[in-house]
Structure formats: C-alpha cells, structure tokens
C-alpha cells in the first residue's frame, strides 16, 4: 500500500537555500554549473565566478539580477577574488555559502612533467582554493558553510597526475584546517570528493573509452556521475540539514574509492602503439 504520507511529503519543493547567498567560483559549466543551477532551484541568491566569459553570459539566462550575478573571476588572481565577494557583498548585502570549485587536470609522468604545468596545476587547484577560502573567512556571515571540491585523486594516486593529486589532496587539509578556524563563529568547512563525473572538462577522458571502462570496472555501483548528482550533495552541505556537519570529507564517486585508479600509462601507450 502507498504511503499517501510520504508521497505528498516527498513531492514538496522545501527551497532549502532560501534567503541565503551563494558564491561559486568555476561556475560556468560542469560542476560548478549544475551546483549554481540546484541553488538557484532552491531559493538562493548566487554571485558565479569564471574565466569564461562567454559560459558566464550565457548563464544570465538562468535568472534574473535579483537573484543571480556573475563576475569574471581567475582565482590565482587575489583581486578578482576579492571582486568577487565584493559584488555578493554589495549586491545581495552578504554571504552565506562558499563553493570554492574552479580546477582543472594534466597529464605527465614525474620525470617528464615540466615545473611551468605542476605550478599552473597548483596555482589553480590549491592555491586558487586558497585564496577563495581566505576571503571567504572574511566575508562569511557566521552560521554559513564552505565546500571545496576535490577529488577522487584526493586519496587515491594516479599515475601521471602527481600534480592533481598534490593539490586536491592539499585541498582537503585545508579546509579541515578552515573547519577549526571558522568553527568558533559557527561556520562549517567540509570538501566534497567526486569520482568521475562527465563534464566539458572530462571530455578528454570520455573519448578514450579504455578509461571509463576502467573506472567503472573499479567503482561498485558500475557507472560515472552526471553534474547534478554532485550538486545535490553541495546543497545538503550548505543546507541548514546539514548543521553538525563540519572538517568532513565526502567521497562521491560510486564506492570508486575502494578499488584503484585507472592505469593511464598503460591505455595510453596502447593507443600509441
């Protein structure tokens, strides 16, 4: 027999984030996308930051000004992070929740990998993290909540990805280390760790099918994740459902965390061959 109960109470739209702002760095497409999206849908005001001008004005489509702002924001720039939390500030009188997303990936064995693309991969996956939980602990309304997105590789190595996993590993430390600090004014920190997930910016790996067989032959529940899935996790976290929650590392990635990390070397030297 259906529950009629549970039926009408599951059907609701509870607007979690309502009357709370938002700022989202790498906002434009993927991830950060979907999470500014999903938080729109649930009553916040967002203010999305990105590199990609064109991806940001598309975005205006999604709402109106009272509700949405966009900014160019490169976040290994101090200035533009600062902007950024400016705009929140003078806009929509404060901010409530901090979604530090922006990163991106490489490829290249030790020996080959040059000191230029380990600093960028650093500069924008650690230290543009950073940068954003620095402002971020100066502007945060007390009571509000922090989510960094890291990453599978957080925990689990690849070959060829020292400086992905370097800094999304130095991720998670960080924000425990922002959960301590933050937590006497009631601000919570906690990372999220996506497994696979398609996207723009794994496009590069999705047309090499050897790696996504791999990577669901190695997660339990046999599959990668879509954006959404990721944000509907983000907004539990800067939800008020979440309020004892805080130095926390979420794995997301289909149990991917109990098996090993696809052998990129090897699939790649086959495709070569």
């Not at 109960?5 to 739209?13: F, G, L």
């Not at 729109?40 to 205006?60: F, N, P, Q, R, Y």
């Not at 400016?86 to 929509?92: D, I, K, L």
């Not at 954003?132 to 990453?151: C, E, F, N, Q």
């Amino acid at each position: 027999m259906t529950n009629r109960y549970c039926r009408s109470v599951t059907s609701q739209n509870f607007d979690r984030l309502t009357g709370k702002v938002a700022v989202v760095t790498g906002a434009a497409s993927g991830i950060g996308l979907a999470i500014t999206e999903k938080f729109l849908a649930e009553g916040a005001c967002v203010v999305a930051g990105d590199v990609d001008v064109a991806g940001l004005t598309s975005m205006t489509t999604l709402a109106s000004d009272r509700f949405l702002m966009t900014a160019v924001c490169d976040v290994t720039t101090e200035t533009d992070v600062e902007n950024l939390f400016a705009v929140a500030q003078s806009h929509f009188g404060g901010v409530d929740v901090v979604v530090a997303n922006a990163g991106a990936g490489t490829y290249g064995l030790l020996a080959d990998h040059t000191l230029e693309e380990w600093s960028r991969i650093i500069d924008l996956c650690l230290t543009g993290v950073f940068i954003t939980v620095k402002h971020a602990s100066k502007t945060m309304r007390d009571g509000g909540s922090l989510l960094t997105i890291a990453s599978l590789n957080a925990i689990q190595p690849s070959k060829g990805m020292a400086a992905y996993c370097a800094a999304k590993a130095g991720v998670a430390m960080l924000t425990r280390v922002a959960a301590m600090e933050l937590g006497e004014r009631g601000i919570r920190a906690n990372t999220i760790a996506p497994g696979l997930v398609r996207t723009n910016a794994t496009s590069g790996l999705f047309s090499v099918p050897a790696v996504v067989d791999e990577f669901v032959e190695n997660a339990p529940l046999s599959r990668h994740a879509e954006p959404s899935e990721i944000a509907e996790l983000a907004t539990f976290l800067a939800s008020d459902q979440s309020s004892f929650m805080s130095a926390s590392f979420l794995s997301i990635d289909g149990g991917g965390n109990t098996g090993r990390y696809p052998d990129l070397p090897r699939i790649f030297q086959a495709l070569d061959e």
